[in-house]
């Protein structure tokens, strides 16, 4: 059974890091895509970004420039370094995971992991 561990969340002060891990494990196989939502007390959960296996990202628009992912293949484990944390930051970050895999015919079926979520505050 696949489990996805995240930690290194915690209160900082506007204008501090952090940096975010995410551990995947149990799963003989690799994750094609791994990624970042978030979710902001009374808000929907929204996409940080991602990262493919082969390192390509992508961001939230609004993210850009002050979030980082990297990911480990080896390690199965992805990292989240956030900048210039601002108030707004605020939220439950939760890492993903998702397989992608074919079936006998081709078709390919996609499989969505998620983790328990680690909370994130930005306070003075």
């Known amino acids: 059974q696949v489990q996805l561990v995240e930690s290194g969340g915690g209160l900082v002060q506007p204008g501090g890091s952090l940096r975010l891990s995410c551990v995947a494990s149990g799963g003989a196989f690799s994750f094609k895509y791994m990624g970042w939502y978030r979710q902001a007390p009374g808000k929907q959960r929204e996409l940080v970004g991602i990262i493919t296996s082969g390192g390509s990202t992508n961001y939230a628009d609004s993210l850009k420039g002050r979030f980082t992912i990297s990911r480990d293949n080896a390690k199965n484990t992805q990292y989240l370094q956030m900048n210039s944390l601002k108030p707004e930051d605020t939220a439950v970050y939760y890492c993903?995971?998702?397989?992608?895999?074919?079936?006998?015919?081709?078709?390919?079926?996609?499989?969505?992991?998620w983790g328990q979520g680690t909370q994130v505050t930005v306070s003075s």
């Open positions: 993903n995971a998702r397989r992608v895999y074919s079936d006998y015919s081709g078709m390919e079926h996609e499989i969505d992991y």
